[in-house]
């Protein structure tokens, strides 16, 4: 699952390459100087994901979770195995599909303890979702999949993290969904609290 992630100025310019890039392929919409503070995202947070806009791709500021059942709380992470069959989340999967650029993403195992996963060498994540519209506005979540063995020492879900190249297929192309739903992450590097606790010399 993922239920907390960051995102800093390196989030910014990928998020602003990535639409340029689409601008100059798809003839898309650019944002014009994306700026924000680096801060942890939390669910029912607004933050900067990437949408299909006509024949481009567009940054906008969405909340993150789905209205929940009990009042107040939110639907955060949608898992991929059925999301496209569930009513709450099957039009957002097969039409309005986003990608939710983070630095990295932090998960808690059966001990409480923290651990931050980031993509190797530093690079940005990209993390599928799907987003719909509610009365309070454009709303997303993150999609889920089965551990792989990067994560599974610590938790047996993670989000479905994209590959830059897979970007595009996903906000765009709807034969590439089922693919993309049933792929495997990329594998990831982590850094646990404990691990950062012991470096040596601190």
Same mark, same amino acid.
């Given at each position: 699952?993922?239920?907390?992630?960051?995102?800093?100025?390196?989030?910014?310019?990928?998020?602003?390459?990535?639409?340029?890039?689409?601008?100059?392929?798809?003839?898309?919409?650019?944002?014009?100087?994306?700026?924000?503070?680096?801060?942890?995202?939390?669910?029912?947070?607004?933050?900067?994901?990437?949408?299909?806009?006509?024949?481009?791709?567009?940054?906008?500021?969405?909340?993150?979770?789905?209205p929940?059942?009990?009042?107040?709380?939110?639907?955060?992470n949608?898992?991929?195995?059925?999301?496209?069959?569930k009513?709450?989340? *099957?039009?957002?999967v097969?039409?309005?599909?986003?990608?939710?650029?983070?630095?990295?993403?932090?998960?808690?195992?059966?001990?409480?303890?923290?651990?931050?996963?980031?993509g190797?060498?530093?690079?940005?994540?990209f993390?599928?979702?799907?987003?719909?519209?509610?009365?309070?506005?454009?709303?997303?979540?993150?999609?889920?999949?089965?551990?792989?063995?990067?994560?599974?020492?610590?938790?047996?879900?993670?989000?479905l993290?994209? *590959?830059r190249?897979e970007?595009?297929?996903?906000?765009?192309?709807?034969a590439?969904?089922?693919?993309?739903?049933?792929?495997?992450?990329?594998?990831?590097?982590? *850094?646990?609290?404990?691990?950062?606790?012991?470096?040596?010399?601190?």
């Amino acid at each position: 699952m993922c239920g907390r992630y960051y995102i800093d100025d390196d989030t910014a310019r990928e998020i602003e390459k990535l639409v340029r890039q689409a601008d100059e392929k798809l003839r898309g919409i650019t944002p014009g100087g994306l700026e924000f503070k680096a801060k942890d995202i939390h669910p029912a947070e607004k933050a900067p994901i990437l949408v299909s806009s006509g024949p481009g791709t567009e940054c906008q500021w969405q909340r993150w979770g789905f209205p929940g059942f009990q009042k107040g709380r939110v639907i955060f992470n949608a898992r991929c195995e059925s999301a496209a069959e569930k009513p709450m989340f *099957r039009e957002a999967v097969l039409h309005c599909r986003a990608v939710i650029p983070a630095s990295w993403f932090y998960e808690w195992d059966r001990s409480k303890q923290k651990h931050t996963f980031f993509g190797k060498g530093g690079d940005t994540l990209f993390m599928a979702g799907c987003c719909r519209r509610y009365e309070d506005g454009d709303r997303f979540v993150i999609l889920t999949t089965q551990a792989n063995a990067s994560m599974k020492p610590v938790h047996d879900r993670m989000p479905l993290i994209l *590959r830059r190249e897979e970007i595009t297929d996903w906000l765009f192309e709807d034969a590439a969904v089922k693919e993309i739903l049933s792929k495997s992450p990329p594998l990831l590097e982590r *850094r646990s609290e404990y691990e950062q606790m012991t470096l040596p010399g601190i």
